[in-house]
C-alpha cells in the first residue's frame, strides 16, 4: 500500500461507506441520525440501518506525519467505542478510511485493533480505502465482533 494514497473527505468518505454498505448488507440507511445513548444522553450516528439492526461511525484518520500515533484521534476512537456499547444492535461497525504507516505500512486500522481490542466487545473494525469507483474500492473487516465481556 502506498502511504501517500489519495483521501476523499470526512463527508463525502460517510456518503461512500453509507452507499457501500446498503449494498453489502441490502438495506438502506439513514445518515447521521441521533441515537439515545443515555438517560439524557443522544450521539449522532453516521449510518443507521432503517430497522435499527446496524450502526456505524466512519473515522477518517492518519498517522501523524504518516509515521505517529495520533493520540487524540485514538482518544475519539475510544469515546465512539463507548457511545457503540450503549446501543442495541445486531452489527456496530467502525469503518476507518484507512491509512499506512510509511516506514512498514501498518495499518491504522490494524493498530488500533491491536492495541484496543480488548475493549471492542461487539464491534467491528473495518478498512475502507477509496478508489476511483465505489466497486473499485478496498474494504475488508480488521476485526470481527466478540463477545461482551460482561454478560
Avoid at 478510511?97 to 471492542?120: N, P
Amino acid at each position: 500500500m502506498d502511504g501517500g494514497m489519495e483521501r476523499i473527505n470526512w463527508r463525502a468518505f460517510q456518503k461512500r461507506v453509507t452507499q457501500y454498505f446498503e449494498e453489502i448488507f441490502g438495506c438502506d440507511f439513514i445518515r447521521e441520525k441521533e441515537w439515545r445513548v443515555g438517560q439524557e444522553q443522544v450521539h449522532k450516528f453516521d449510518s443507521i440501518s432503517k430497522d435499527g439492526n446496524i450502526v456505524i461511525e466512519c473515522k477518517s484518520y492518519t498517522w501523524v506525519n504518516g509515521e505517529n500515533i495520533p493520540p487524540a484521534k485514538i482518544s475519539t476512537l475510544n469515546e465512539t467505542l463507548l457511545f457503540l456499547s450503549r446501543v442495541e444492535a445486531e452489527r456496530k461497525l467502525i469503518v476507518m478510511q484507512d491509512d499506512f504507516r510509511d516506514s512498514d505500512q501498518k495499518s491504522l486500522a490494524e493498530y488500533y485493533v491491536d492495541h484496543y481490542g480488548g475493549l471492542m466487545d461487539d464491534v467491528e473494525v473495518w478498512s475502507y480505502i477509496p478508489k476511483d469507483s465505489i466497486g473499485d474500492d478496498e474494504v475488508y473487516q480488521v476485526r470481527e465482533a466478540g463477545e461482551k465481556y460482561y454478560d
